[in-house]
């Protein structure tokens, strides 16, 4: 069974430009998450699907960030215009809807805005 | 809001040797789950041992083993008989059990490292 895959693995893009990362769950994982690590710091959430829907935003830092998961299957998340302080690693997670359930993490997409 | 501390940035330990790695964590709730991810380089995050706060019983996964302290929101990390493959970022997190709140706060993790 394929995991959680995560496109691209890295990116360099400079500031002012859009880039869209892509989230691909583990096959019948209706939770899907994205979270972030800046450098040094903690992971931080950032905001989870329940299939097609948000279930909490909570964690988006601002409304440069759009995330979408048409279909209740792959997700994406676009940052419009980059910044500086996007840069970091973006983290992916995707689990079953019931309780005492493991997450399943992608290898990440490694953002860096110059 | 839930806090989770990790306050050893990295760690060392000679192969075969055990380490422990510390985390601390702030809540008001009194049922949740806790885990220990390990992040190998350049590799995604897998689950090394996960430890519900309602069992007293201190969770065991072959070398690994956590010391769970409830009331002083303590939540430790013991690998023994280190191995190579051990080297990697270990991170804590903090998950609440109540459903629809499913969202993993994590420490900002201990880079380990095994001497040979």
């Known amino acids: 069974e394929a995991g959680v895959t995560q496109f691209p693995s890295h990116s360099v893009i400079e500031k002012g430009q859009t880039v869209t990362l892509r989230c691909d769950p583990i096959?019948?994982?209706?939770?899907l998450y994205w979270y972030r690590r800046v450098m040094g710091k903690e992971i931080k959430f950032l905001l989870h699907f329940v299939k097609e829907s948000k279930q909490d935003e909570s964690g988006m830092p601002n409304n440069r960030f759009l995330a979408e998961r048409t279909g209740g299957t792959y997700s994406t998340l676009k940052v419009q215009p980059a910044e500086l302080e996007d840069s970091g690693v973006y983290f992916c997670a995707s689990s079953q809807r019931k309780m005492n359930t493991e997450a399943f993490f992608g290898q990440g997409t490694r953002l860096t805005v110059v | 809001a839930q806090t989770v501390t990790q306050s050893q940035p990295e760690m060392s330990v000679q192969e075969a040797e055990t380490v422990t790695l510390s985390c601390t964590y702030d809540t008001s709730e009194s049922d949740y789950y806790l885990f220990w991810y390990k992040q190998p380089p350049s590799r995604q995050m897998i689950l090394v041992i996960r430890?519900?706060?309602?069992?007293?019983q201190n969770a065991t996964e072959n070398r690994f083993s956590v010391n769970f302290q409830k009331a002083a929101k303590s939540f430790s990390l013991k690998i023994s008989d280190s191995q190579l493959g051990d080297a990697a970022m270990y991170f804590c997190a903090y998950r609440s059990r109540n459903f629809g709140n499913e969202k993993l706060t994590f420490g900002t993790g201990t880079r380990l490292t095994i001497i040979p």
């Open positions: 096959s019948g994982h209706d939770n």
């Open positions: 430890q519900e706060a309602y069992k007293q």
